[in-house]
């Protein structure tokens, strides 16, 4: 089984930076993707940012030129760099891996979720 674990959430002002962090462990896979997705109180959850094993990462728009995501060199961690939060950014963050098995020449993708970072950004 695999955990992922996020840390660095928290409150900040509109306009400062926040660095998430999720750490993977358990039986580690290697993971096709990871990535962020946010979920803001009556909303759904949406994506933020996924970077795969390799290639180049996607954003949506809400985090183009603001956010930055990156994996870790083990392939096990990723992270979001936050800056120039906006109090529309406040959500629970989660942190996501994904898993790709191929059986009989068919491929399962097996989706791992932490239990989420909350993040305030206060106007």
């Known amino acids: 089984q695999v955990q992922l674990v996020e840390s660095g959430g928290g409150l900040v002002q509109a306009g400062g930076s926040l660095r998430l962090s999720c750490a993977a462990s358990g039986n580690l896979f290697s993971f096709r993707s990871m990535g962020w997705y946010r979920q803001a109180p009556g909303k759904q959850r949406e994506l933020v940012a996924t970077?795969?094993?390799?290639?180049?990462?996607n954003y949506a728009d809400s985090a183009k030129g603001r956010f930055t995501i990156s994996r870790g060199n083990a392939g096990d961690a990723v992270y979001l760099q936050m800056n120039s939060l906006k109090p529309e950014d406040t959500a629970v963050y989660y942190c996501?891996?994904?898993?790709?098995?191929?059986?009989?020449?068919?491929?399962?993708?097996?989706?791992?979720w932490g239990q989420g970072t909350q993040v305030t950004v206060s106007s």
């Open positions: 970077i795969p094993s390799s290639g180049s990462a």
């Open positions: 996501n891996a994904v898993h790709r098995t191929v059986v009989s020449g068919k491929a399962y993708d097996f989706d791992y």
